[in-house]
């Protein structure tokens, strides 16, 4: 054998054990913690929403899953309370609310709020950064709220907040809750 005949099947050699001491080693992968459902509104025409001051319809024809949605036609800024889940006994858990949304010739923004009450205080999480205005086809929005050891809300308002003028439609509205997620060191 050659010089150039050793060195090449060295370098294979070299190569083929970096390869398996590289698929050897176990992969750190971040694996969020399996949500629970707490609350599944499928808007089929079966529940009202809460508001009873702003015109939420139900439409039958026009919806995510085929089963219906809520319209809401805003001539002005409006915000929705769609649902309420009163006391649910959540802490140091992470409570998603998640729900599909359509706009028509919206002017302005619509986006999804969660209210979490504690006694006489309300604080508010927002989907900002998925907000859509114009005219969207369904979209999933959803908005986290944290909530440490020992914060407890006594109620929790799902909102539609249209910030301006036009046409929303919401549906198959989830709320979810996990563990916080682990802080990185």
Same mark, same amino acid.
């Given at each position: 054998? =050659? *010089?150039?005949? &050793?060195?090449?099947?060295? &370098?294979?050699?070299?190569?083929?054990?970096? !390869?398996?001491? /590289?698929?050897?080693?176990?992969? #750190?992968?971040d694996v969020e913690p399996e949500a629970e459902v707490i609350a599944e509104f499928?808007?089929? /025409?079966?529940?009202?929403?809460?508001?009873?001051? @702003?015109?939420?319809?139900?439409?039958?024809?026009?919806?995510?899953? @085929? @089963?219906?949605?809520?319209?809401?036609?805003?001539?002005? +800024?409006? %915000?929705?309370?769609? !649902?309420? &889940?009163?006391?649910? $006994?959540?802490?140091?858990?992470?409570?998603?609310?998640?729900?599909?949304? *359509?706009?028509? $010739?919206?002017? /302005?923004?619509?986006?999804?709020?969660?209210?979490?009450?504690?006694?006489?205080?309300?604080y508010f999480s927002r989907a900002l950064d998925s907000q859509v205005h114009g005219?969207?086809?369904?979209?999933?929005?959803? =908005?986290? !709220?944290?909530?440490?050891?020992?914060?407890? +809300? =006594?109620?929790? *308002?799902?909102?539609?907040?249209?910030?301006?003028? /036009?046409?929303?439609?919401?549906? $198959?509205? =989830?709320? %979810? *809750?996990? +563990? &916080? +997620? #682990?802080?990185?060191?």
């Amino acid at each position: 054998m =050659t *010089k150039r005949m &050793l060195l090449s099947m060295a &370098l294979v050699v070299m190569l083929g054990t970096l !390869f398996l001491a /590289g698929c050897a080693q176990e992969e #750190e992968v971040d694996v969020e913690p399996e949500a629970e459902v707490i609350a599944e509104f499928p808007i089929d /025409g079966s529940r009202a929403a809460a508001d009873t001051v @702003n015109a939420v319809i139900f439409d039958p024809v026009d919806s995510a899953d @085929n @089963n219906g949605a809520f319209k809401m036609i805003a001539e002005e +800024p409006i %915000t929705v309370t769609l !649902f309420e &889940l009163g006391d649910v $006994d959540i802490e140091n858990a992470q409570v998603n609310y998640k729900a599909m949304i *359509k706009t028509e $010739d919206i002017e /302005g923004q619509v986006y999804l709020e969660m209210i979490s009450v504690f006694g006489e205080h309300e604080y508010f999480s927002r989907a900002l950064d998925s907000q859509v205005h114009g005219s969207v086809d369904w979209t999933e929005q959803q =908005t986290p !709220f944290y909530l440490k050891e020992g914060e407890n +809300p =006594t109620n929790i *308002k799902l909102n539609l907040v249209i910030y301006g003028t /036009g046409t929303a439609w919401i549906d $198959d509205i =989830t709320v %979810t *809750k996990q +563990p &916080l +997620p #682990e802080e990185k060191e």
